[in-house]
């Protein structure tokens, strides 16, 4: 099966723009959808994103999701960052046979 | 609104086996998927298994399909995750969440449930 490879952590200063990239090994990233989870230190994780781009209802358009064709990827963007936003963040899509797969996380540190 | 109730903590010894409950409201249950997922502390996300309760589907990734069954009661609204013959790296938070049928994904999380294995 694939994986999904996600850089162990990122940082950025408040109210700038992160992107966390999320690289499928093999297959179109474009095949499955992707979703990302945002897990804040001690509690359970929440979705932000589902279906690569699409927001839940209450999560602000801070948070974006696209892909790349290019690089096989996933990303999620999240601007004016606030120290709210320092989390774990998770991808997740699935193979042909819909089982599961999430990347390795995202620690996402706002200074 | 969701909600999704998870049963408490457990403290097991290897080799038991452990039974964790998650009791969904407010959506019509049978419509939806729970899927299972744990995390060791510190560590990323590992999906365990998915049902769908309306018809008993279930799916199980390969590391576990002879230790985990997932099941689903529809008349109290209660999927049910078990992990058998249980090793000390089972030690982990468990987590089931409300999952879409057509999608894998997931749109509302439990609060989890810990599972600590030890001798």
């Known amino acids: 099966n694939f994986i999904l490879t996600q850089p162990q952590s990122v940082s950025e200063s408040l109210g700038k723009t992160v992107t966390i990239s999320c690289a499928r090994s093999?297959?179109?990233?474009?095949?499955?959808?992707v979703q990302w989870y945002q897990q804040r230190p001690g509690s359970a994780p929440t979705t932000i994103i589902f279906q690569d781009d699409r927001r839940p209802s209450g999560v602000p358009d801070r948070f974006s999701g696209s892909l790349d064709t290019s690089s096989n990827s996933a990303s999620l963007t999240i601007s004016g960052l606030k120290t709210d936003d320092e989390a774990d963040y998770f991808c997740?899509?699935?193979?042909?046979?819909?089982?599961?797969?999430f990347g390795g996380g995202t620690k996402l540190a706002v200074l | 609104q969701v909600q999704l109730v998870q049963s408490g903590n457990e403290t097991k010894k290897p080799g038991a086996s452990v039974k964790v409950s998650c009791k969904a409201s407010g959506y019509i249950f049978t419509n939806f998927a729970v899927t299972w997922v744990r995390q060791v502390s510190g560590q990323g996300l590992e999906w365990m298994g998915w049902?769908?309760?309306?018809?008993?589907?279930?799916k199980y990734p390969e590391k576990f399909q002879d230790r985990v069954t997932v099941t689903a009661d529809t008349s109290t609204n209660t999927a049910y995750l078990e992990l058998r013959s249980l090793r000390p790296d089972d030690t982990a938070m468990y987590f089931c969440?409300?999952?879409?049928?057509?999608?894998?994904?997931?749109?509302?999380w439990g609060p989890g449930s810990q599972v600590t294995v030890s001798s």
């Open positions: 969440a409300k999952s879409w049928i057509a999608v894998p994904l997931v749109d509302k």
């Open positions: 049902i769908s309760p309306y018809n008993g589907d279930t």
């Open positions: 093999t297959g179109v990233i474009a095949r499955n959808y």
């Open positions: 997740q899509t699935y193979d042909d046979n819909n089982l599961w797969v």
